[in-house]
């Protein structure tokens, strides 16, 4: 539980997390660690955040204002890409409030993966090659013309499933109609076609405060359900840190060729970035490309982050809200961190909620349990979303972060409970 700090030094901050994920639980867990820290409160949070949680919804950005008015909240830090498309850090603003995230101008990075395109493609940022349609038949054309394999994707927010990657011609004509069909809702009336990339994916999370950035360290994520990369795309399956394809060469390429370019063109058209900036890369052989921006922490990116970061991060974002983020100087454990996601029976598809779980206290010692779907239903613990926990170890190397990781979600009792047997396996071959 969060500490107060001594009277005299300076105020402890109050702090409003948002949102109800892994991620959130992750941000939560280290900012209660913050000497800087008054008092947290998550909204509405799981049941892993159960002792600051508040029962105001993610997306109601009304309630959410006025918790921050009447509890004279500091600082509020946006988890979820929802709200922040719908405009919460305008809102904030507007009420004299201090938010960690992007405008609703500058969150339409992840919003409208065409506008996203039009960023990089005016800063010559490295991606796919690429067009946007609103006429299936151009589509279709432009779909012959490329060939297989290419990638169907929703213009709009589809909750991590609006992307198809089509390996033959045949499928990747069908998402074209079922997308403009509407089976993605008004997300895919417009649609992005774009050239097939092969590689590696990285996740780098990166600090911005409108004109200077930092890199958070890097990640992999699992966003296939199966292991061997097989089965339905998630919103993720599991993560490490660092890959070892990663390399300080890479990352200064990243840094001179996309992030700085990123941040530069934002602030040219007069919404510059605040909050984190998430490159999704693929590493190809002819360098690193961007697949998609995302305007916020990722999930369960944010799980293996907050485990290797030794900086606090509550002065971290305090920098980034003040355009200060030059002042800052990030420290992080060499070790490597592993998180696997325990998800539902039948996710990414329909799956069961209210399965009782069981999380013995001494799995602590070895690591963090970091809740995602979970509620509680009479003082004790049940499922109540498709990914429900993020199990998540360090240790000294690869092997290591993975063996224990493993041990406890063995020790978890969670019946039924879906998860991937080879999280950074990639890692491990290299
Ligand atoms: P996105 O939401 O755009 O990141 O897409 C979701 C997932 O689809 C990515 O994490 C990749 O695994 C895959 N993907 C997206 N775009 C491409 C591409 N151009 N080439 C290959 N795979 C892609
Ligand atoms: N794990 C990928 C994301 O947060 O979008």
């Known amino acids: 539980m969060a500490k107060a700090v001594e009277v005299g030094e300076f105020m402890g901050k109050k702090v409003l997390v948002v949102g109800g994920g892994g991620r959130e639980h992750a941000l939560a867990w280290k900012l209660a660690q913050s000497p800087e820290l008054e008092r947290l409160y998550v909204a509405p949070g799981n049941a892993g955040t159960n002792e600051w949680n508040v029962p105001i919804s993610q997306n109601d950005i009304t ?13 509020t830090v946006v988890g979820p890409e929802e709200p922040l ?13 201090r938010v960690f995230g992007p405008t609703q101008a500058a969150a339409q990075l992840e919003g409208s993966k065409a506008f996203a395109k039009t960023v990089m493609q005016a800063a010559n940022i490295p991606t796919a090659e690429w067009d946007v349609f609103t006429d299936p038949t151009l589509a279709k054309d432009y779909v012959r013309k490329i060939g297989a394999p290419c990638v169907i994707k929703a213009d709009g927010l589809a909750a991590g499933k609006g992307v198809i990657v089509a390996m033959d011609l045949d499928t990747a004509l069908q998402a074209v109609d079922e997308m403009m069909d509407g089976a993605f809702g008004d997300a895919g009336k417009k649609i992005v076609v774009e050239e ?39 919103g993720g399956m599991g ?12 990352e200064e390429r990243v840094k001179r060729e996309i992030l700085y370019p990123s941040l530069d063109e934002m602030r040219r058209r007069g919404i510059p970035f605040t909050g984190v900036l998430f490159l999704g890369l693929m590493l190809t052989e002819r360098g690193p490309k961007v697949l998609e921006y995302n305007v916020r922490f990722g999930d369960p990116e944010t799980q293996v982050v907050m485990m290797r970061m030794q900086s606090d991060l509550l002065p971290v974002l305090w920098a980034c809200t003040e355009g200060k983020l030059g002042e800052v100087k990030l420290e992080w454990a060499k070790d490597v961190a592993v998180c696997v996601v325990m998800a539902a029976p039948g996710y990414p598809q329909s799956y069961e909620k209210g399965i009782p779980l069981v999380i013995p206290a001494e799995v602590e ?23 429900v926990l993020g199990v998540t170890a360090s240790g000294s190397n690869l092997v290591e972060a993975r063996a224990k990781a493993y041990s406890i979600v063995g020790k978890i009792d969670f019946p039924k409970a879906h998860y991937r047997k080879d999280i950074g396996v990639k890692g491990l071959s290299k």
């Open 239 to 250: 993560t490490y840190s660092p890959p070892p394809v990663w390399t300080p060469e890479i």
């Open 196 to 234: 097939y990339l092969e590689g590696q994916e990285v996740s780098l999370l990166c600090f911005a405060d409108g004109t200077s950035a930092l890199p958070m360290v890097p990640v992999q994520d699992h966003k296939r359900a199966l292991d061997g990369d097989q089965g339905l795309n998630t």
């Open 365 to 387: 010692k070895d690591g963090a349990v970091f809740h995602a779907g979970t509620a509680l239903k009479d003082n004790r613990i049940v499922s109540s979303g498709g990914r």
């Open 85 to 97: 498309s719908l405009g919460i850090a305008d809102a904030l603003r507007e009420a004299g409030l």
């Open 63 to 75: 309630g959410l204002v006025k918790f921050a008015q009447d509890n004279k909240i500091d600082l």
